[in-house]
């Protein structure tokens, strides 16, 4: 029926080669490597250290720190709203606390808000497009907690921060773990139908890192599964949410230095609403629809580090920016998916990654840096597959899932998987897929304490401004692990829930507003000669085709 | 191999035979081989509504289309479907319907409970139309009368793939508002049916007792060498 259904012919006489090697393959593995192997590999290989991809920040509160060039330009760049057009007077939504972001970590600090007593009417969601809309839903593989009696908390912290190359922040790591089997228990209660035995025990996976089998699962849709519940109950509480109605900035009170709220934008009538809050949540999430050193990625349409931009407007420090994930096994062919997720959980279920000659290169469960290095150095080398459109990969030999847990393995915990190919005429049982790294995660950010608190370069937290998810950064260090983004958005989207009811019963008066805090971002933009028509954030990526562009005139 | 061109959807290489497309009527020369989403991006639409997750997961853009010759209306993602010659389509974003809002904790998992929040529910028809508009090729009409069943487990198992993109919903005879009733049935199933997890019960309180507590502030002190030595000694489970 479509064009481009299945392999071609050359492709097919290559997946020959798997699965002659099949049978002898199921008896092996790959030796894990030692931390110097994995260092070495890591820095030869991973994108994070190819020159060219980076450079210090020129302005702000951490001039002269390491990021991604794609970050550098948001952060060199104008305030999207004209300082002194911008009407302050009349306040549109007058509120305690104001969510940025519409993912799990907004969710679960909107509920939390309101558990802990916050009128659900005083509460203000505002995301760019819809309430669930976020990287949330795409998260397959499953939630890490340390809750079966051979596992511990203490075995997830070295987990952790190993795969972090001990480079996380202790604390944010300890609150982590030690919170995450209570979060299960949350989310079990409220409905969320996690992968059972007949007798209640939670079905538990090995993920990249994890020296125990720790992922909660939900099929391979956890995330979607984690995120339509928690949303369903954050509307069933009334929760006011604006959809469609990004911030586009912070807004300051000039007294404390303080933030006090948010310029939102309605993305379809261009119309600005100035909302006064005396706690900003931000749960923005990353950066991914940056396409850092030109990679595809898995992420959300609305992944453009928005909150990045905003916090460091009001000088937050930021941490590890200089450090992304490229997820080992993104789609690398049929090119209409290319970049999208196949998730690690794959590999936790046995699949394994095989090149050109049917050869292991790699223990599949190493940290996702490490396997992502590793499938980059095969392609280098020559040992990959080219794809029909040019590209690069290597295979993932899906079919051996069921060879290992039996027939039907697949189609019962894998069916977005088996969607996401089968559409494409690919059929994942029988035959196996091309993988090649892709943008996946911002592993830095924001610095935060244990109570989200956004924390300047000096340590000392900004008043009234906390943030929770993957728009912060200590909580993974250099690299996260499999399964502990679902869990960070959960517990310190909670823990933002509970600091923000906290200061908001401390807080009596309402904060005065202003977007003084630009003058100074902005006489540093001026003197540094970035041009006027360079603006961040920039909402949503552009991916207009060239010749509409160069042709577009604008009339109504 | 296809001549190459590079297109604006980011590293899309596609082949530089173009297709015709008509969206929502106006036709479109686009790149052949590349999804509806990034057809219409290729082809000057920065999209707002109708795009979301881009990976088949959160249901903004699901589509109708017809192919050329054929009356058979056909349902696909946009973010999923390739693009074909003389393909009529149009994005349906959005199915209008309210929430209801209850209180869970006060709810039984019973077919009661959700016709008393949903009583369209009763009016389905056995059509098996809500089943043909699903571009997730679920049962949805089953999941329907297992609910009127009362059979909770069934029908949460059934649709637990749903993607709330409400073409069910717009397509019902019946007027009944899937995607909200499914969340719900999910929610009860999950809630009330599958047994819980006695050992994260016993581990919750074991945190709460301060059991790790001690160990862990130990390490958050202990020096990274020290450190990358446990870590590299750990035993590991088998996976």
Redesign the interface.
């Known amino acids: 029926m479509?064009?481009?259904t299945g392999y071609p012919h050359e492709i097919r006489k290559l997946i020959k080669v798997v699965e002659e090697t099949r049978p002898d393959r199921l008896k092996m593995r790959y030796r894990?490597l030692?931390?110097g192997e994995r260092e070495e590999l890591v820095r030869k290989w991973h994108p994070d250290y190819k020159p060219g991809t980076k450079r210090a920040l020129r302005i702000g509160s951490c001039k002269g720190t390491i990021v991604y060039n794609e970050v550098a330009d948001l952060l060199e760049s104008w305030p999207a709203v004209d300082i002194d057009s911008i009407d302050l007077s009349s306040i549109d939504y007058d509120v305690d606390i104001l969510v940025i972001g519409g993912g799990g970590a907004a969710a679960s600090a909107a509920l939390w808000a309101v558990y802990s007593g916050v009128d659900p009417e005083n509460i203000l969601i505002a995301t760019k497009?819809?309430f669930?809309?976020a990287?949330t839903?795409?998260a397959q593989g499953g939630i890490q907690?340390?809750?079966?009696?051979?596992d511990?908390?203490?075995?997830h912290?070295?987990?952790t921060?190993?795969g972090g190359h001990?480079a996380n922040k202790?604390?944010l790591v300890?609150a982590l773990?030690?919170d995450a089997?209570?979060i299960?228990?949350w989310l079990?209660?409220?409905?969320?139908?996690?992968d059972?035995t007949?007798?209640?025990?939670?079905v538990e996976?090995?993920g990249g890192g994890a020296?125990?089998?720790r992922l909660h699962c939900?099929?391979d849709?956890t995330?979607?599964?984690i995120m339509?519940?928690i949303k369903?109950?954050v509307?069933?509480r009334?929760v006011r949410v604006l959809e469609?109605t990004p911030a586009i900035e912070l807004l300051t009170d000039p007294d404390s230095g303080g933030v006090s709220g948010a310029v939102l934008w309605n993305?379809?009538t261009c119309e600005y609403y100035i909302v006064r809050s005396k706690v900003t949540i931000l749960a923005t999430g990353g950066f991914g629809r940056l396409?850092l050193a030109?990679?595809?990625?898995?992420n959300?349409?609305g992944a453009t580090a928005d909150g990045i931009v905003m916090a460091y407007r009001v000088g937050a420090n930021l941490r590890d920016m200089d450090t992304a994930q490229y997820h080992p096994t993104g789609v690398a062919w049929p090119?209409?998916?290319?970049?999208?997720?196949i998730t690690e959980k794959c590999r936790?279920l046995?699949a394994q990654l095989v090149n050109v000659h049917g050869e292991l290169f790699i223990y599949e469960?190493e940290p996702r840096d490490v396997v992502a290095s590793a499938i980059i150095r095969e392609c280098a080398e020559g040992r990959g597959i080219v794809t029909?459109?040019?590209?690069c990969g290597v295979w993932l030999d899906l079919p051996m899932i069921d060879e290992v847990r039996g027939p039907g393995t697949i189609k019962k915990n894998l069916?977005?998987m088996y969607?996401?190919f089968i559409?494409?005429g690919i059929d994942i049982t029988v035959e196996p897929v091309l993988t090649y790294p892709t943008l996946h995660y911002q592993n830095g950010g924001i610095e935060i304490d244990v109570y989200t608190r956004v924390l300047k370069p000096s340590g000392e937290p900004i008043p009234g401004l906390l943030a929770a998810g993957e728009v912060t950064g200590g909580v993974h260090g250099r690299n996260r692990l499999m399964g502990n983004s679902l869990l960070d958005i959960t517990v310190f989207g909670r823990r933002a829930g509970l600091t923000a009811a906290k200061l908001v019963k401390e807080t009596s008066v309402k904060p005065k507003i202003s977007l003084g805090h630009l003058r100074k971002y902005t006489m540093e933009l001026e003197k540094l000669g970035v041009p006027k028509t360079r603006k961040s954030p920039i909402v949503?990526?552009?991916?207009?085709?060239?010749r509409?562009?160069l042709k577009?005139i604008k009339v109504l | 191999m296809v001549e190459k061109t590079l297109t604006q959807s980011r590293g899309s290489v596609v082949g530089k035979k173009m297709i015709r497309i008509y969206f929502m009527g106006r036709a479109y020369e686009v790149p052949e081989g590349l999804t509806i989403m990034k057809a219409l991006e290729y082809a000057g639409f920065r999209l707002v509504r109708g795009v979301g997750c881009r990976g088949g997961f959160c249901g903004a853009c699901p589509t109708a289309y017809r192919l050329p010759g054929e009356y058979k209306l056909r349902i696909g993602l946009a973010c999923q479907t390739i693009a074909e010659d003389g393909m009529h389509l149009v994005i349906l974003p959005y199915s209008p319907m309210e929430k209801p809002r209850y209180n869970i904790e006060e709810l039984k998992p019973d077919a009661g409970s959700i016709i008393a929040l949903f009583p369209e529910v009763t009016r389905c028809v056995a059509c098996n139309t809500c089943t043909k508009a699903c571009p997730q090729g679920l049962d949805v009409m089953d999941a329907v009368q297992a609910i009127i069943r009362g059979d909770i487990a069934k029908a949460a198992n059934t649709i637990f793939d749903c993607i709330s993109c409400g073409l069910c919903s717009l397509r019902c005879p019946a007027e009944i508002r899937h995607v909200h009733l499914f969340q719900l049935v999910r929610r009860l199933y999950g809630k009330y049916i599958l047994p819980k997890a006695k050992h994260l019960e016993i581990r919750v309180k074991e945190i709460e007792e301060g059991k790790y507590e001690e160990e862990l502030e130990k390490l958050m002190k202990t020096p990274i060498e020290e450190l990358k030595r446990l870590y590299s000694e750990r035993e590991i489970e088998k996976a």
Not at chain 1, 198 to 202: A, I, L, N
């Open positions: 479509s064009i481009q894990r030692s931390l497009l819809r669930g809309d990287n839903v795409k907690a340390a809750d079966r009696p051979v511990s908390p203490v075995l912290y070295l987990d921060m190993g001990f202790p604390e300890k773990v030690t089997p209570f299960i228990k079990e209660g409220l409905g969320v139908m996690f059972k007949g007798e209640g025990e939670m996976y090995s020296c125990r089998r939900a099929k849709y995330g979607l599964e339509r519940v369903d109950e509307l069933n009334g469609f993305i379809e396409h030109g990679f595809p990625t898995t959300h349409y090119e209409a998916i290319r970049g999208e997720l936790s046995g469960l029909p459109t040019g590209a069916p977005a969607r996401q559409r494409h949503l990526p552009d991916y207009r085709g060239e509409v562009l577009s």
